[in-house]
């Protein structure tokens, strides 16, 4: 009788100690979600750690969007379970959304933001290209030519190097062609320019011509970007391809 009464009360004994350490590992979470009114309860958080969620990500990421006023109806923590599961970054995710209502010019839901996420794509890096655009040199530093060649009607050779400034465009990052296309787009589109010039001295004397006739070709069609400008960095003369031509 002894016995099973010493067993009895170290089973107690063990019980308690076990819920007092899950009360303890959960209460914080719970008291700041509650406090934020963050709608996720201490069987949720329970919960969550028996199916493998980081528990501390999803509260700390509902608080940010409670915060930050995002009203999204699908922003709810059982999404953000969901998200997490899928492999997403929620924490990254609500950054991102954080980022676009404080621009308050890009229209970005929490559907978009994760789906975004999930194809692999730095989702709070795109809204802040999308915000503040980034430069991209054609071609790009380290390439095997350090500038584009093209060669004017009348035979002589002209080296350009180009800085295209693009914004991201949120709602073809899924499916959208990356920089790389936007970098030999417009690197066909000015050696076409440079190629259709009846001189070499009128390309030197102005070199927007490039520019508009590259940006008049849409180039930035199904890509992630939006071209905002490209701008001549650099044009050098390079040597006369007609006169060695008719020498050979």
């Known amino acids: 009788m002894n016995l099973a009464a010493l067993i009895g009360a170290l089973v107690i004994f063990v019980a308690i100690v076990v819920i007092f350490f899950v009360f303890a590992s959960y209460f914080g979470l719970w008291i700041q979600s509650v406090l934020t009114k963050s709608n996720i309860g201490f069987s949720n958080l329970i919960a969550m750690t028996f199916r493998k969620v980081n528990t501390r990500a999803i509260v700390r990421s509902k608080i ?20 997490y599961l899928a492999g997403g ?24 933001a994760t789906a975004i996420d999930l194809a692999g794509r730095d989702v709070l890096e795109s809204v802040q290209t999308s915000v503040y655009p980034k430069v991209i040199d054609c071609p790009p530093r380290g390439a095997a030519k ?34 790389d296309t936007i970098i030999a787009r417009v690197g066909e589109g000015i050696v076409s320019a440079i190629g ?5 001295k009128a390309v030197l004397e102005n070199p927007d011509v490039i520019s508009k006739a590259v940006l008049a070709k849409k180039l930035d069609s199904q890509t992630a ?18 006169a060695r031509l008719q020498a050979d």
Request: glycine share 8%; proline share 2%.
């Open 64 to 83: 940010m969007a409670t915060q930050a006023g995002l009203d999204d109806p699908d922003l709810t923590g059982g999404a953000l379970e969901a998200h």
């Open 89 to 112: 970054n929620v924490q990254q995710v609500i950054r991102a959304l954080i980022a676009a209502k404080k621009a308050k010019t890009i229209s970005l839901t929490f559907r978009e």
């Open 146 to 179: 350090p500038s584009l060649d093209a060669v004017a009607k009348d035979g002589i050779q002209l080296k350009v190097k180009a800085r295209v400034t693009v914004r991201a465009n949120l709602q073809q990052l899924i499916g959208g062609a990356t920089e």
């Open 196 to 200: 259709s010039a009846d001189n070499h």
């Open 225 to 242: 970007f939006e071209i905002v400008s490209i701008d001549i960095a650099d044009i050098d003369v390079g040597a006369n391809i007609g």
